[in-house]
């Protein structure tokens, strides 16, 4: 009979306290990354929100030279070419997700989901040349004076085509938030369970009357999250909106007119900066985009979570 | 006893898989067949025959001939949604719209008619809930989340569901498999009420039940009709041995 082993063998015990630690600080970095940086850009942006307070805002002056800053026309900016570019992408986005779940041939989707999602790995000033290169030149020979000819009597398409314009960017933001939302919105209708498709059928419902009665409705606040988590990509982007919206801090109810957004002013701006003020208003445009995005974000990992998970489905 | 509907030498494939072998079956107008038979046996298969809802999955292959008052639902020119609204469908797992309220779930079928009045959607709703006994249990909160209800009244609330489109035949996949005693009882009472008006197929791996709600039975076999009749000559005096085997829990 050999002598009985003890049951606590601290070699492994001790092996494996310093492997949890290992991963938890490993993991604790990276929320110390963000935090550091929260902390860094509130630090550097006191001067101007000490200066300015709310009227950093609303206030539209931008003049480097007598230091005084006010960001409501890159708000404007930011927020209208964002928003108008979910409005076209998102049905776009959803009829390509229907067709890729329920009417191509499995295989068929098997082929578009894919491609689609490659549209979003190609790098944002690829874009933005093709935008400035292409895009622009040709809204400018024909979208533009169509728009102007044919729709001119709305305050939305009048002025001079220019090209490069809030439309500009309005386009170049739809395209790239496409893949984004078509591919988590088909994830959600994915996770539509058979049940409730069957219940519709079983009904007498068509396919069309199927998406309205069980898919849609039970997928509708994972595709809002969708939309949302395009909203913040589309409101964050940089590189390719700066190369077509023409950088002209202006608040225009045309959408032939140049504008600006936040990331744009940031990108041009932050390598010239003319005194410490600048900057610090620099620092507080990025501190507003960085908060807006963290919620949004949020937001739209909520609704998609409750979704796939299941939240909202039968229980028995 | 005149039949509503029949089945003739069915016979379905899902891909290479043989599925169903050559079912004939007659089920008579206004009475309740059971289908019974160990997991596995075709049953569901044979169900989901009847109402094509094996269009919506690929792979599947259907022939032989399925007589809903002498016409092929299966024909040429027949058109499944048509199908769907003559012979209505309750599922193993109640699955109510969870977006929609009481109300809205009860007429959801019925509002794809077309265009209809809110009196008319009214009367609909609640006629329909009085029928599944669901009526007093919901009145007061029908503009509710369907969700907040619980699984039998769910099971009923998808029941009324279906009645509200006014179909001739329902076909039930193990409506109570899912459900408590006392729920399955009432469902099952229910069942007895609804072949005054309708056809009833109710497809079911408990036997007592079969018992207890069917005239006739039909216990399938390795995707094969064994044996079909009235269900007390089933219980009592089964022509094939293999079904004595099924009933008297020797296998399945």
């Known amino acids: 009979m050999s002598e009985p082993v003890s049951l606590i063998d601290t070699r492994v015990v001790k092996g494996d306290l310093l492997f949890k630690w290992i991963i938890f600080s490993l993991a604790a970095a990276v929320l110390l990354i963000l935090l550091v940086m929260v902390v860094a850009m509130v630090?550097?942006?006191?001067?101007?929100?000490?200066?300015?307070?709310?009227?950093?805002?609303?206030?539209?002056?931008?003049?480097?030279?007598?230091?005084?800053?006010?960001?409501?026309?890159?708000?404007?900016?930011?927020?209208?070419?964002?928003?108008?570019?979910?409005?076209?992408?998102?049905?776009?986005?959803?009829?390509?997700?229907?067709?890729?779940?329920?009417?191509?041939?499995?295989?068929?989707?098997?082929?578009?989901?894919?491609?689609?999602?490659?549209?979003?790995?190609?790098?944002?000033?690829?874009?933005?040349?093709?935008?400035?290169?292409?895009?622009?030149?040709?809204?400018?020979?024909?979208?533009?004076?169509?728009?102007?000819?044919?729709?001119?009597?709305?305050?939305?398409?009048?002025?001079?085509?220019?090209?490069?314009?809030?439309?500009?960017?309005?386009?170049?933001?739809?395209?790239?938030?496409?893949?984004?939302?078509?591919?988590?919105?088909?994830?959600?209708?994915?996770?539509?369970?058979?049940?409730?498709?069957?219940?519709?059928?079983?009904?007498?419902?068509?396919?069309?009357?199927?998406?309205?009665?069980?898919?849609?409705?039970?997928?509708?606040?994972?595709?809002?999250?969708?939309?949302?988590?395009?909203?913040?990509?589309?409101?964050?982007?940089?590189?390719?909106?700066?190369?077509?919206?023409?950088?002209?801090p202006q608040i225009s109810l045309s959408l032939l007119a140049p504008g600006y957004t936040m990331p744009s002013v940031i990108a041009n701006e932050f390598a010239e900066t003319t005194s410490k003020l600048h900057s610090s208003a620099l620092m507080e445009i990025g501190l507003i985009l960085l908060v807006v995005t963290l919620i949004i974000n949020a937001l739209a990992r909520l609704l998609i979570w409750s979704v796939t998970r299941g939240d909202t489905g039968a229980r028995a | 006893m005149e039949s509503k509907l029949q089945l003739d030498q069915l016979n379905v494939h899902f891909g290479a898989s043989h599925a169903v072998k050559g079912v004939s079956l007659d089920f008579p107008a206004n009475t309740v067949t059971a289908i019974i038979g160990p997991s596995g046996c075709g049953k569901s298969t044979v169900l989901r025959s009847i109402n094509r809802m094996h269009d919506l999955v690929p792979g599947a292959r259907v022939t032989g001939k399925i007589l809903l008052d002498d016409e092929d639902v299966y024909g040429k020119k027949v058109d499944p949604v048509a199908v769907r609204r003559r012979i209505g469908m309750v599922f193993q797992k109640a699955n109510p719209f969870p977006a929609m309220s009481i109300y809205d779930n009860v007429i959801s079928g019925y509002k794809l008619n077309g265009r209809v009045n809110k009196g008319e959607m009214d009367v609909i709703v609640e006629s329909s809930l009085k029928r599944v006994a669901l009526w007093d249990e919901v009145k007061d909160r029908l503009k509710s989340s369907a969700m907040a209800l619980s699984g039998g009244q769910q099971q009923r609330l998808c029941i009324a569901r279906t009645v509200a489109v006014q179909p001739e035949v329902i076909l039930m996949d193990e409506p109570c498999s899912a459900l408590d005693p006392i729920a399955t009882l009432k469902i099952e009472e229910l069942i007895a009420e609804l072949k005054e008006q309708y056809t009833v197929v109710i497809v079911t791996h408990n036997m007592q039940q079969a018992a207890r709600v069917s005239d006739c039975t039909a216990f399938l076999y390795l995707g094969e009709l064994i044996e079909f009749d009235v269900t007390k000559k089933i219980f009592t005096n089964p022509a094939k041995s293999q079904t004595e085997d099924y009933i008297t829990g020797r296998f399945g």
């Open chain 1, 43 to 248: 630090r550097e942006s006191l001067p101007s929100i000490r200066q300015f307070g709310a009227k950093f805002i609303v206030g539209r002056e931008w003049d480097a030279v007598k230091g005084d800053f006010g960001a409501l026309d890159f708000l404007y900016g930011s927020v209208i070419s964002s928003v108008l570019a979910l409005l076209l992408a998102t049905p776009l986005s959803v009829g390509a997700a229907l067709f890729i779940t329920e009417i191509a041939p499995r295989r068929v989707g098997e082929i578009i989901a894919p491609i689609i999602e490659l549209l979003a790995a190609i790098p944002s000033v690829i874009y933005g040349l093709w935008g400035v290169l292409v895009m622009a030149p040709w809204l400018q020979q024909s979208i533009q004076p169509w728009l102007i000819e044919h729709l001119g009597f709305l305050p939305f398409f009048q002025g001079a085509p220019y090209g490069v314009s809030m439309l500009a960017a309005v386009f170049i933001l739809m395209i790239m938030v496409i893949p984004i939302i078509t591919s988590i919105t088909k994830e959600v209708l994915m996770a539509v369970p058979v049940s409730q498709k069957e219940a519709a059928y079983a009904l007498g419902a068509t396919r069309w009357e199927m998406f309205r009665m069980a898919l849609i409705p039970y997928a509708r606040s994972g595709v809002l999250g969708a939309v949302i988590l395009g909203l913040g990509r589309a409101i964050g982007e940089t590189m390719a909106v700066t190369m077509v919206i023409g950088n002209t």
